[in-house]
């Protein structure tokens, strides 16, 4: 039935039709476009979401060390807990199918200088472990390694505000900085998504750290990953027996809610991840308006058309046009507008967000985008939607009497 | 229209041989253009026959009604009802359009009937460009255009002024003379004098039905 010639008589209503032409395309690119641009939008809100909440490894547990609040065994209440070199090979040897890597933080601030350059900056004493745990990112050399833990090498990697801070355009691998009075060289440089603090970090071995400190084996916070197949149940359990473990190595109460903390992340995870699920649904919601609000539209226009071309309707069914011919002419026509001024939406709406990119970032929008399925099937729904909505006012329109239309003036 | 019944026709019997040129006369109410527009096709009868060339036309559902309307009758309405954004060549080849005859044959035949009326020249000019007679000229030769057994005219000199009535009249006696069956609703006498048969309607049943002295036309033309 795609005949040239009904494509013709269609070409010759759009063309001597230009402002009803206009007015129903009109409404389908805007809807489209809008459609594109919140949906866009709400993805980048997503996205500055994640940067701020998934940046770190989700499959870790924290210990921290703190004070016992209830006397047990014969130890007094309040006493100090603290972990050490052997907890770290503890928790190894007693769990080595729960553990990925375990490593310990020691943080301490430390004024740092290189030639004429100085700022404070916090160090973190770790083992190789941790850049997974953090997910750091290295720009240029390495991270610290088992040889640095192991010969307690004075070796730093710095965040990349520390190299642009100190160095400024000079390259720092290589280099000697004084951390504390104390000379490192540096052998890295990392970058961290998770914002500028975490980029004004330095990262040296915790072996070096103790012997820096009076050689002691003791090791602040202990990270501990364990395989992401596990899930969140499987973490929840892993994390009570190494809070049974712990509490009975450093004989406290098993009743004591302090002594030694706990954080899993998964918990935060699953947090995180439910308010993603909102954000998701929030922007899902808004694209769904969006569309039935363009569908109306076209309902409208689609209603408005018909009614206007009661008259000639009925003049074309005088002359013998079949009441199949009279929606055929209407749906082909609506169909083709619709697509047509569908797709200019769709090209201007990921034309914009294109050119948005990181300029919004400001304002928590960050790199919007829609994936092409998404649009494509959002401008299908609206053609058929169009359609439908055509359909309607065409079918009643093909019923009604030609003497009826004509004598309506 | 509306939800009471309105018997407007009650028993219409008579007969149009080919080629005849009458005038359904009667006051506004009679069931003149009822009668129309059941010979139309645009309306249907509640009972009785109607029998066009032979053919019963009966138990008619849209796409039927439409397929004969194309076929066998040629309308001329009182307001001209031409499609306003085509020109006077498309309208005319509009009902060949529906016949399924291809563009280029379509357009020789719509000049060649815009020719008859004395439109050739018109034919690219919209019909908010042509004076009232030129429009009835140009639905004239829509009608004629699809070759049809029958024309109907309803009041086709009705939005018309005398002088141009008489050049409309002129047309449609022209045509009935090359064979085609004409009928004309009107209730002016003098249109109908230039019939060839007159029947008269009043409350829905035929008064008069009479052989008339065709009144030539194209005497007042000019």
């Keep these: 039935?795609?005949?040239?010639?009904?494509?013709?008589?269609?070409?010759?209503?759009?063309?001597?039709?230009?402002?009803?032409?206009?007015?129903?395309?009109?409404?389908?690119?805007?809807?489209?476009?809008?459609?594109?641009?919140?949906?866009?939008?709400?993805?980048?809100?997503?996205?500055?979401?994640?940067?701020?909440?998934?940046?770190?490894?989700?499959?870790?547990?924290?210990?921290?060390?703190?004070?016992?609040?209830?006397?047990?065994?014969?130890?007094?209440?309040?006493?100090?807990?603290?972990?050490?070199?052997?907890?770290?090979?503890d928790i190894k040897k007693n769990f080595p199918m729960f553990t990925e890597y375990v490593t310990p933080r020691i943080s301490r601030s430390a004024l740092t200088r290189y030639k004429n350059e100085s700022n404070s900056y916090t160090t973190r004493a770790v083992a190789p472990g941790h850049q997974f745990i953090e997910k750091t990112i290295l720009m240029k050399g390495r991270y610290i390694n088992e040889m640095d833990v192991e010969n307690k090498t004075k070796s730093a990697v710095i965040g990349r505000l520390v190299a642009k801070d100190l160095f400024k355009t000079e390259d720092p691998i290589g280099n000697y900085i004084d951390v504390g009075s104390t000379v490192f060289k540096v052998v890295g440089v990392f970058q961290d998504d998770g914002g500028d603090n975490e980029e004004r970090y330095i990262y040296i071995p915790y072996t070096t750290r103790q012997q820096l400190e009076k050689s002691n084996d003791k090791v602040g916070q202990i990270i501990v990953t364990f395989p992401k197949e596990m899930g969140h149940v499987g973490a929840v359990t892993f994390e009570k027996s190494l809070k049974k473990y712990f509490k009975d190595k450093k004989s406290i109460d098993p009743e004591d809610p302090n002594g030694i903390y706990f954080q899993n992340l998964t918990d935060d995870l699953k947090q995180s991840q439910q308010f993603a699920v909102v954000l998701q649904l929030?922007?899902?919601?808004?694209g769904l308006g969006t569309l039935i609000a363009g569908i109306i539209g076209i309902s409208n226009i689609m209603v408005f058309v018909v009614k206007e071309r009661t008259k000639e309707l009925g003049?074309?069914?005088?002359?013998?046009?079949?009441?199949?011919?009279?929606?055929?002419?209407?749906?082909?026509?609506?169909?083709?507008?619709?697509?047509?001024?569908?797709?200019?939406?769709l090209f201007f709406g990921i034309l914009l967000l294109k050119n948005i990119g990181l300029s919004l970032e400001d304002y928590f929008i960050k790199n919007p985008f829609i994936d092409f399925g998404t649009a494509f099937a959002a401008t299908i729904i609206l053609i058929i939607f169009g359609a439908i909505a055509g359909y309607i006012p065409a079918k009643r329109a093909s019923r009604i009497k030609p003497i009826v239309a004509l004598r309506d003036e | 229209m509306g939800a009471s019944s309105l018997h407007v026709l009650k028993g219409i019997n008579f007969e149009v041989e080919e080629g005849e040129l009458v005038a359904i006369m009667g006051s506004s109410g009679s069931g003149k253009s009822t009668l129309l527009n059941i010979l139309g096709m645009l309306d249907v009868a509640d009972e009785g026959d109607y029998i066009l060339d032979n053919v019963p036309i009966k138990d008619l559902n849209e796409t039927k009604a439409a397929k004969y309307r194309n076929k066998f009758l040629g309308f001329v309405f009182q307001s001209f009802n031409l499609i306003n954004y085509k020109s006077a060549l498309e309208n005319v080849s509009l009902p060949l359009y529906y016949q399924g005859i291809a563009r280029k044959e379509r357009?020789?035949?719509?000049?060649?009937?815009?020719?008859?009326?004395?439109?050739?020249?018109?034919?690219?000019?919209?019909?908010?460009?042509?004076?009232?007679?030129?429009?009835?000229?140009?639905?004239?030769?829509?009608?004629?255009?699809?070759?049809?057994?029958?024309?109907?005219?309803?009041?086709?000199?009705?939005?018309?002024?005398?002088?141009?009535?008489?050049?409309?009249?002129?047309?449609?006696?022209?045509?009935?003379q090359e064979g085609k069956t004409i009928l004309v609703v009107t209730h002016e006498p003098d249109i109908a004098q230039m019939c060839k048969r007159i029947v008269q309607l009043k409350d829905g049943v035929i008064i008069e039905d009479k052989k008339v002295e065709q009144v030539i036309a194209s005497k007042y033309v000019q």
Excluded at chain 1, 282 to 286: E, T
Excluded at chain 1, 325 to 335: D, K
Aim: hydrophobic share 45%.
């Design chain 1, 1 to 89: 039935m795609f005949n040239r010639d009904r494509w013709r008589e269609i070409f010759e209503t759009i063309s001597k039709n230009k402002l009803r032409t206009f007015l129903s395309g009109f409404t389908v690119a805007l809807g489209i476009f809008i459609f594109i641009i919140l949906f866009g939008l709400g993805n980048g809100l997503k996205n500055t979401f994640q940067e701020f909440f998934l940046d770190d490894a989700s499959n870790a547990i924290f210990l921290y060390p703190g004070r016992t609040s209830l006397p047990y065994k014969g130890f007094k209440a309040n006493r100090r807990i603290e972990f050490d070199n052997e907890d770290l090979e």
């Design chain 2, 107 to 176: 357009q020789v035949l719509a000049l060649d009937y815009l020719q008859r009326v004395g439109l050739k020249d018109w034919a690219t000019h919209l019909p908010s460009e042509l004076s009232g007679g030129q429009k009835q000229r140009v639905a004239i030769a829509r009608a004629m255009a699809s070759r049809p057994k029958v024309l109907l005219a309803d009041e086709p000199t009705g939005a018309l002024d005398t002088k141009t009535s008489y050049e409309v009249m002129d047309l449609i006696q022209k045509i009935n």
């Design chain 1, 315 to 345: 003049i074309r069914k005088a002359l013998g046009a079949t009441p199949r011919s009279v929606i055929q002419m209407i749906l082909h026509e609506s169909v083709f507008i619709t697509a047509i001024s569908g797709y200019i939406g």
């Design chain 1, 282 to 286: 929030i922007v899902s919601f808004v």
